[in-house]
């Protein structure tokens, strides 16, 4: 086996063999080359001998690595997968057939419609599931990504058991059970498309888009999607940080139900991490959710958050220190490795540690220019004195940090305090309304003291813990039912590890179900989400003169802390917008007299891109914490 082969083939699952001799011998004439397959019988369940050869299963003993035991994403779906018992289901994408043969066997569906433009290369693998005995597999040689397939495949020859019911039907907004959507479109090398960032990111974004639009499979109704995607497109979906929240996210929370990750790689879904103590204590609030439902992982299928947060539960200790004690980052604990090694005499401050006085004594006796010191710094501790230095730095920042949360702490508490005053006399108010000041004197003090990427690193803690402490979190990663099952590259072919989320559609809000609201909705988000970072008030000047007087003092949940407002609407990012919000600028704008008319609004959405990208972004600093 050439060395090409012996990357790409993992001896602990077989199927990877077969997928690089498929591939070889497909050569030239396979088209799509970047697709990426499930090869892990363990990821899926139990292993199926109609998807393995006879030669693979003599190799692979149910002893070997656990390979054929029965576990993880099919069981963590077993409870909600009841309800589609002898559904019709339509696999886009379905590669090797795994995983879609795995899930076949539990809700043995009445129709399964492999959706696979890739038909011949996969061919070994379907062909068996297609022509064995009463199989209720039905092959569509069409591409998910071209949208007219899916006109294609709804007909009664492919689909005889769904029916689209008539326009302004209630069907049309009610859960349909009976199909099902599964996908796979995870891909190892992704590419621009237009303005988005793949052409995943565009399928990811139609799928929703068809909810609320009741087109392709959702003209059946709302129709439960399980998908496999990469890790991008799922931050798309499921930002891990508020400074990720994008016009996408908010599309996806108004139009779904559920949306949930149900196996993933582990760590922070987004180049932004959150402050580790908030990550860890909603870890602890999934882990206590899973609890109290009997939801259990597999040990081998933790993630590493979810075991700290089960260490800290177990533990008798103080929550707070056990959260400092885990929220160890990798350059602090690369600095206190080396600062040990340093001690410990595993590398010293010289090659060979030869010092410059050594270099002298050698050299004694010889010209000036000869007895100059040669002596070369080792990289080890080159990387230490950096790392030092980045260590002081963070200290200080750090300082400037602490300062500027305590400062906005205390105003939100002292604001609080304000809001609920009663029976208050005149003088206690006044003397609230002081302490408030000094505390906003304070916290611009600090502020002003920062760098322009540490104010930005401030206002993302900021709206990160604004945004946990709302009823409920702003983040539906914060809402999530348990911990994702955790998923290794190695699992995958190509070694690309993917996330698979579970999407329950839901009907819009009442208010921005009419085409009319819709499009307000979508012109709104479309514009204020160019820029999340900036203040909703900006955002409102920038769209129309008079925009932000006439509609911002008409919505009730901008003004609202306990519905995620602030008191200070200039206090309140884009990024921060909930969908009750939206809804009430909506409403607003509705009413508002001197609003741009439809062909207008409808100009200006077909020149803003559909997921977006925040120039603060780029601006995050990549530090010890």
Not at 572 to 599: C, H, S
């Amino acid at each position: 086996m050439s060395s090409k082969a012996a990357r790409a083939v993992s001896a602990k699952f077989p199927l990877t063999k077969r997928l690089y001799d498929a591939s070889r011998l497909a050569g030239k004439t396979r088209k799509d080359k970047a697709r990426v397959d499930i090869v892990s019988s363990s990821l899926c369940g139990a292993c199926l001998s109609i998807v393995f050869s006879s030669k693979a299963r003599r190799q692979c003993p149910p002893e070997a690595n656990g390979l054929l035991s029965p576990d993880d994403t099919i069981a963590r779906l077993a409870p909600s997968l009841v309800r589609h018992k002898n559904c019709d289901i339509i696999d886009m994408n379905p590669g090797s057939g795994l995983w879609s043969s795995r899930l076949h066997d539990h809700l043995k569906p009445r129709t399964h419609i492999l959706m696979e433009p890739a038909h011949e290369y996969y061919a070994p693998f379907l062909k068996p599931l297609l022509k064995q005995r009463g199989s209720t597999y039905r092959l569509f040689p069409q591409s998910g990504s071209d949208w007219s397939s899916f006109q294609k495949l709804m007909t009664e020859d492919y689909l005889p058991h769904q029916h689209i019911p008539p326009i302004g039907d209630k069907r049309q907004n009610e859960a349909n059970d009976s199909l099902l959507f599964v996908a796979n479109i995870g891909r190892h090398a992704n590419t621009r498309h237009s303005h988005l960032p793949s052409l995943t990111h565009k399928m990811i974004y139609q799928l929703l888009v068809s909810v609320y639009e009741h087109t392709t499979f959702q003209a059946y109704g709302l129709v439960r999607m399980l998908i496999w995607m990469n890790e991008s497109q799922k931050r798309a979906l499921l930002p891990g940080s508020v400074v990720d929240r994008r016009k996408f996210s908010v599309q996806a929370e108004a139009s779904t139900k559920e949306l949930v990750e149900v196996a993933g790689i582990d760590g922070n879904a987004g180049p932004h991490l959150r402050l580790p103590a908030l990550e860890l204590e909603s870890s602890i609030n999934v882990v206590k959710r899973m609890q109290s439902g009997g939801i259990k992982t597999a040990d081998k299928r933790k993630l590493d958050r979810q075991r700290q947060a089960e260490g800290i539960l177990s533990a008798t200790g103080d929550q707070e220190k056990s959260a400092k004690q885990t929220s160890s980052i990798p350059l602090a604990k690369e600095l206190a490795e080396l600062e040990r090694g340093f001690a410990d005499g595993a590398f010293y401050r010289y090659v060979n540690n030869f010092t410059p006085e050594d270099a002298r004594k050698k050299r004694k006796g010889l010209p000036r220019a000869a007895a100059k010191p040669k002596s070369r710094t080792t990289p080890q501790y080159a990387r230490l004195t950096r790392l030092r230095s980045l260590a002081e730095q963070k200290g200080k920042d750090q300082m400037l940090m602490d300062k500027v949360l305590a400062a906005a702490a205390k105003m939100r508490s002292i604001e609080q305090l304000i809001r609920t005053a009663e029976g208050f006399s005149d003088e206690s108010l006044r003397q609230l309304e002081d302490r408030l000041s000094d505390a906003r004197t304070e916290y611009a003090l600090h502020y002003g003291q920062m760098s322009a990427i540490l104010q930005a690193r401030a206002l993302m803690n900021l709206d990160d813990g604004a945004g946990f402490g709302q009823d409920p979190p702003l983040l539906v990663s914060d809402r999530r039912p348990f911990e994702p099952l955790a998923v290794d590259r190695d699992e995958f072919y190509p070694r690309e590890a993917l996330s698979l989320v579970d999407i329950v559609p839901k009907a819009l809000p009442a208010t921005i179900q009419a085409r009319e609201s819709l499009e307000i909705f979508q012109y709104i988000l479309g514009h204020v989400f160019t820029q999340p970072s900036q203040s909703l008030t900006d955002a409102f000047e920038s769209l129309l003169p008079g925009a932000a007087e006439a509609i911002i003092p008409k919505v009730p949940a901008l003004h609202d802390p306990a519905r995620g407002g602030v008191t200070d609407i200039k206090d309140l990012r884009v990024r921060m917008l909930t969908v009750e919000m939206v809804e009430g600028m909506v409403e607003a704008w509705q009413r508002w007299p001197f609003k741009p008319g439809r062909m207008e609004m409808l100009a200006s959405m077909a020149a803003e891109p559909t997921i977006d990208d925040d120039s603060m972004s780029r601006l995050m600093p990549t530090s010890l914490g």
